[in-house]
Nanobody, 126 residues
């Protein structure tokens, strides 16, 4: 079992920054791909970024590339999402997720991730 707890969400003005954290307990995350998804009201969860156990990183280029940076600290069992130049359209609930398949490739589908956090609200005001 893996328990994931997100933190760091909140209210920020457009152009501002936030850093989300996802702390894991339970299994060692070293060989898992970790991802961030977000969900807008009434919409399906959307892939934001992921970092594989090999260190590769993939972003949802269309919406966040160049503004969001994902990182991980395996010793702390924590992953981060640094969000800069935030826009009102980034307003969503952000979820952390773990893919325990040990795939060599980053998977972007929500059903590829077995474990999820409870989510943290990010609100960007204009």
């Amino acid at each position: 079992q893996v328990q994931l707890v997100e933190s760091g969400g909140g209210l920020v003005q457009a152009g501002g920054s936030l850093r989300l954290s996802c702390a894991a307990s339970g299994r060692d995350l070293t060989f898992y791909t970790m991802a961030w998804f977000r969900q807008f009201p009434g919409k399906e969860r959307e892939f934001v970024a992921a970092i594989s156990w090999t260190g590769s990183i993939s972003y949802n280029t269309d919406s966040v590339k160049g503004r969001f940076t994902m990182s991980r600290d395996n010793a702390k069992k924590t992953v981060y999402l640094q969000m800069s130049s935030l826009k009102p359209e980034d307003t969503a609930v952000y979820y952390c997720a773990a893919d325990t398949s040990r795939s060599l490739y980053i998977r972007r589908g929500r059903y590829d991730y077995a474990y999820w956090g409870q989510g943290t609200q990010v609100t960007v005001s204009s």
